[in-house]
T-cell receptor, first 116, second 114 residues
């Protein structure tokens, strides 16, 4: 049973370009979470999605950032017009049951975004 | 609001010695508490969790943690550390029953010397 998969593992973008980060949850998981890890900091919650629904995006910047989890295919975190401050590691996690259960979240290896 | 504090940026121990990584939390309700470990350039791996019941929780790789409600702490322990335990450890909390966002501490880097 493959774990949470993320690609690409490393992504370099110039300022002003778009970044697309993909996450495939563990098999059987329908709940996806995105977190951002800035240097020397812990992970910060960004957004929680279920299939075709954004449940909570309160941790996501209101401009330039968007997320989706379509019926088919991976979850996508999209950052438009990237700036240097977007450089970070972006982690995706998934869980099997509803977010209000006790089930732990399983994390992917992360995508390390570097904006030059 | 919920928060987690890991008061030590770094912990250094000799192989074979006990290892303790400290964590304190602040929540407005009953907590779910988690420990994760991150190896270089890898994602977070789940170690253990406290949901309810026995305050001493046992997890993967010989780790355990003790939930102390009065001290609002959830320290991670291992009786005999291995060099391979060297990694970055994160404590995380969410409020039971009405929240799902994990709030993470800043992490503690553990170095176990041979």
């Amino acid at each position: 049973n493959a774990g949470v998969m993320q690609n690409p593992r490393h992504l370099v973008r110039r300022r002003g370009q778009e970044a697309r980060l993909r996450c495939s949850p563990m098999k059987g998981h329908s709940h996806v979470y995105w977190y951002r890890q800035l240097p020397e900091e812990g992970l910060k919650f960004m957004v929680y999605l279920q299939k075709e629904n954004i449940i909570d995006e309160s941790g996501m910047p209101k401009e330039r950032f968007s997320a989706e989890f379509p019926k088919e295919g991976p979850s996508i975190l999209r950052i438009q017009q990237v700036v240097r401050g977007d450089s970070a590691a972006y982690f995706c996690a998934s869980s099997t049951e509803g977010a209000w259960s006790s089930y732990e979240q399983y994390f992917g290896p992360g995508t390390r975004l570097t904006v030059t | 609001a919920q928060s987690v504090a890991q008061p030590e940026d770094q912990v250094n121990v000799a192989e074979g010695n006990p290892l303790t990584v400290k964590c304190t939390y602040s929540v407005s309700g009953n907590p779910y508490l988690f420990w994760y470990v991150q190896y270089p350039n890898r994602g977070l791996q789940f170690l253990l969790k406290y949901i309810t019941g026995d305050n001493l929780v046992k997890g993967s790789y010989g780790f355990e943690a003790e939930f102390n409600k009065s001290q609002t702490s959830f320290h991670l322990k291992k009786p005999s550390a291995l060099v391979s335990d060297s990694a970055l450890y994160f404590c995380a909390v969410r409020v039971r029953s009405n929240d799902y966002k994990l709030s993470f501490g800043a992490g503690t880097t553990v170095t176990v010397r041979a």
